[in-house]
């Protein structure tokens, strides 16, 4: 796929984008950019349409879900006024559109038939991008015996991302009930039989923001400190500890309270501040998935060039544009190159993506 850049387009621009006077759809900071896309659509007699959009589109649409498009559970009114600029008189995409969100604790049809609702236009599972759908690329991971944090479906989840030997907080607790004891009223009243045969664990997957901060803040530091083996007594810090992965770093989040509410990434920072005080040593990632990392762009880019295939879009898309706040904004992101490690075929550009700013940033 030859996508040539990325550009960002912010809340404050794609409000502009909506129904009405020609002038509206061009963003001030982005004007010369917006502006020969709507000349190069009129020139085509298809002035009607936003700018750019042909009969076979070159670039395609990420757009953020939750503040941008959505608050909650509600649409934000203008999201569906802006939809109807892409799409046509049956209410089929004129050009390929991912949707991303940095929500974990569902499946991706939920969240498609929540985002078709609210929306008012049909959002199939593969537009949708959960902050944990990059995982499957990371088949390296697959067979290995993971402990996963989170809430909601978890375990199927990391199932349907293709990891085969998955271990949940309450099992593991369950194993080991003399490990949480930060609840009076859980604690074993006798002392329990010593586990045998519990696996090794080879690797922590953090789906997102659990419900039990202090047990899965525990559980998950004794599985660091002892090498996957929390039974195990402590003799010598493991360093580098095992695997990583975390899925949304959102400190905070936006929903119907006036106040932003905490997020995963808040869960994370406590994490890594613990491991830090007790180990005298920083909290190592493998990998940090959901926007604004560059492992969920390059994901995006892949779905997009499905969408374009299955619609038979002959013409190449060669540019993205990613709508929404400051989680999307170009200058946090570095130039986007291959994945070097992971077992997967994304695109064949064979030069890193450049990145350009459209519109002006605002903040939630």
């Given at each position: 796929m030859a996508l040539c850049c990325l550009v960002t387009v912010s809340k404050a621009a794609w409000r502009k984008w909506l129904p009405g006077a020609q002038r509206s759809i061009?963003?001030?900071?982005a004007e010369g950019?917006?502006?020969?896309?709507?000349?190069?659509?009129?020139?085509?007699?298809?002035?009607?349409?936003?700018?750019g959009i042909t009969q076979t589109p070159t670039f395609g649409f990420l757009f953020?879900?939750?503040?941008?498009?959505?608050?909650?559970r509600h649409a934000i009114p203008a999201a569906r006024e802006a939809f109807q600029k892409l799409t046509d008189s049956?209410?089929?995409?004129?050009?390929?559109?991912?949707f991303v969100t940095n929500a974990g604790?569902?499946?991706?049809?939920?969240?498609?038939?929540?985002?078709?609702?609210?929306?008012?236009?049909?959002?199939?599972?593969?537009?949708?991008?959960?902050?944990?759908?990059p995982l499957r690329l990371f088949r390296q991971f697959h067979e290995k015996c993971v402990l996963v944090s989170g809430q909601g479906p978890i375990e199927e989840n990391a199932r349907n991302l293709g990891f085969q030997n998955v271990i949940t907080i309450e099992a593991l607790r369950k194993a080991y009930p003399l490990l949480d004891m930060v609840d009076q009223s859980r604690r074993p009243k006798e002392l329990p039989p010593p586990t045998t045969d519990f696996p090794t664990i080879e690797g922590v997957i953090l789906f997102g923001e659990p419900v039990r901060w202090e047990t899965n803040l525990q559980?998950?530091?004794?599985?660091?400190?002892?090498?996957g083996n929390p039974g195990a007594e402590l003799s010598a810090v493991p360093y580098p500890h095992i695997p990583v992965l975390a899925c949304n770093m959102d400190l905070l989040w936006m929903a119907e309270a006036k106040m932003p509410?905490?997020?995963?990434?808040?869960?994370?920072?406590?994490?890594?501040?613990?491991?830090?005080?007790?180990?005298g040593r920083e909290l190592k990632y493998e990998a940090l998935i959901g926007k604004p990392s560059i492992v969920t762009y390059h994901y995006a880019e892949?779905?997009?060039?499905?969408?374009?295939?299955?619609?038979g879009w002959e013409s190449p898309i060669r540019r993205l544009y990613a709508v929404g706040e400051k989680a999307l904004r170009a200058k946090q992101l570095p130039p986007l190159p291959q994945f070097q490690n992971l077992d997967v075929e994304l695109s064949s550009t064979k030069e890193s993506t450049n990145l350009e700013t459209g519109g002006e940033q605002t903040q939630v």
């Open positions: 061009v963003p001030a900071r950019l917006w502006a020969s896309l709507w000349r190069s659509s009129s020139s085509r007699g298809f002035a009607g349409r936003p700018p953020d879900i939750d503040g941008v498009l959505v608050r909650g049956n209410g089929q995409l004129r050009v390929p559109v991912v604790n569902c499946f991706r049809h939920a969240k498609a038939q929540e985002l078709s609702s609210a929306l008012g236009l049909e959002v199939s599972p593969e537009q949708i991008i959960l902050s944990h759908s559980l998950i530091i004794d599985v660091l400190l002892s090498n509410r905490f997020g995963h990434g808040t869960f994370l920072l406590c994490l890594e501040n613990i491991y830090r005080k007790v180990t892949y779905l997009i060039k499905q969408q374009a295939e299955k619609q």
